[in-house]
């Protein structure tokens, strides 16, 4: 029998036909690890190869398709891609045009990861400026954790031997599995609805990456951003980092750590303590000292130990009063005394005495009695007559009246 | 007195010392300060002397957080 010879473009073409009618090459899910990756921008598209150990297949993926991807792809990487595979007519090669992929394994918790924590940073959940201080002196701390792990058991072990003021509400959770994330979002929510809850510690021991991967979901990211209450994030061991860790306001390596950070060291306050006491008691005792020194200062320096400054200045004015008084009394007895010399001289003026000075004379009888009327005389009478130096007896030998 | 508590002592206490640090005050202001201070010191002191730490543990009921006292994992107290 013979058959019927076709053009190369006819097998071609006939190869894409069955390819395109094929129900499993048109809705394919292929594992496999990404190498040869390159943009082809001519063609808008990535064009790589996908590997196993024995086979590898020709893929490409349009930019169109490749932007709705939450990661990045890179060569040596494990994905899980989707697609159809088809049949390039021109040199008769198929290739699995591929419409989404996702990362496969724990590589996927790496990609995931590195994606959320990407997404949430540019949406600026880790920003220092919205991070809060941790409370000095916390009242009430809640503890986000399981109840049957070391980290419930180290936490409370810390918190009461540093700081046993402090008073502890633990809501138990799971740590891990599906339910943790949703039972973390619970537990914040009705912490912050304690009014008297000042500090969240969200703890949880080691394990696996899966163990941890509720603390790196994006819900737990965002009820940590919402929190009222300051949260410090304390999951897994030194080396784990969590988006818990990048959101909260402190990451912990440890639970252990976590609590220390979360209040003050008893022994260091108890120091503190003293030590503010100490200051107060010797700050009096200063006082004291310095107030002492300032008072015998101020006696010392005061007229209180030179009580006559008190008076000098009374002194003076007394001394100066003196003076005025004297002057005043002399310029009065000056007056005075010439005012006696004027009466002295209008007295003279007056004393009949003075007269006699001037030729007058007195005369009286032998009884020593003035006269003064001639008809009171008779002839041989004795009188005596008195001048201004000296007196003269004589006797009358004549009397006549004068018309 | 029964009103304090630690971390307002605490704080007032650092105010307290500061303030005298900086000075200027006269001899009443300070002599007040000082007895407020040597309260709020022996409260504090007090206080830390005396705590025992108190674990509640939260038990949900009908939507509802409550306190209950946590005796840890064993019946027994938690050891401190």
């Not at chain 1, 792809?73 to 992929?101: C, Q, R």
């Not at chain 1, 979901?217 to 965002?222: I, L, Q, S, T």
């Not at chain 1, 003026?349 to 005389?377: E, H, Q, W």
């Not at chain 2, 002397?49 to 019946?75: D, Q, S």
Request: charged share 25%; with cysteine.
């Amino acid at each position: 029998m013979r058959i019927k010879t076709l053009s190369v473009s006819e097998v071609n073409g006939y190869i894409k036909k069955i390819f395109a009618g094929d129900l499993i090459l048109n809705n394919l899910s292929v594992r496999g690890e990404i190498s040869n990756l390159r943009l082809v921008t001519q063609r808008n598209a990535y064009f790589f190869s996908l590997k196993d150990s024995y086979s590898s297949i020709q893929c490409v993926m349009y930019l169109n398709a490749m932007e709705s991807l939450n990661f990045i792809p890179a060569d040596g990487m494990e994905i899980t891609a989707h697609g159809k595979v088809a049949l390039y007519e021109k040199n008769g090669s198929y290739s699995l045009n591929i419409d989404s992929m996702e990362p496969y394994g724990v590589g996927a918790y790496y990609i995931a990861f590195n994606t959320l924590k990407r997404k949430l940073e540019t949406e600026g959940l880790f920003d220092r400026a919205h991070k809060r201080s941790i409370p000095q002196y916390p009242e009430k701390i809640g503890v986000i954790t399981s109840i049957n792990g070391a980290a419930v058991h180290d936490i409370i072990k810390v918190l009461s031997g540093r700081y046993p003021y402090v008073e502890v509400d633990i809501l138990p959770i799971t740590v891990q599995g599906d339910k943790a994330a949703d039972e973390i979002c619970r537990a914040f929510n009705a912490m912050n609805n304690m009014d008297d809850i000042d500090l969240i510690i969200l703890a949880r021991g080691g394990g696996s990456v899966e163990d941890l991967w509720p603390f790196n979901e994006e819900k737990v990211a965002r009820a940590i951003y919402a929190s009222r209450c300051p949260v410090i994030s304390a999951v897994g061991h030194e080396t784990d980092f969590t988006i818990s860790d990048f959101v909260a306001d402190a990451r912990a390596a440890t639970p252990t750590e976590a609590a220390a950070m979360a209040v003050p060291d008893r022994n260091a306050l108890m120091e503190n303590i003293e030590q503010y006491k100490t200051y107060l008691v010797r700050y009096m005792e200063d006082t004291i000292i310095r107030g002492e020194r300032h008072l015998e200062f101020i006696v010392k320096s005061s007229p209180l130990s030179r009580p006559e400054m008190f008076f000098e200045k009374y002194d003076g004015k007394l001394n100066q009063l003196k003076q005025l008084l004297a002057y005043h009394m002399a310029q009065y007895i000056n007056r005075k005394q010439m005012e006696t010399q004027l009466l002295e001289k209008q007295l003279q003026t007056l004393n009949p005495l003075d007269v006699l000075k001037r030729g007058f004379a007195i005369i009286y009888s032998k009884d020593k009695g003035l006269i003064s009327d001639a008809g009171k005389v008779q002839v041989n009478d004795e009188i005596m007559v008195r001048l201004h130096n000296g007196l003269i007896n004589c006797r009358v030998e004549e009397v006549s009246g004068i018309e | 007195m029964n009103e304090m508590n630690f971390e307002g002592s605490m704080k007032r206490l650092e105010e307290i010392v500061n303030t005298l640090q900086q000075g200027n005050l006269n001899l009443e202001e300070s002599v007040n300060l000082f007895e407020e201070g040597i309260r709020l010191s022996n409260f504090c002191r007090e206080a830390l002397m005396k705590a025992r730490m108190k674990v509640n543990i939260l038990i949900e009921e009908n939507g509802i957080f409550k306190e209950m006292g946590y005796e840890g994992e064993n019946g027994e107290k938690p050891q401190l």
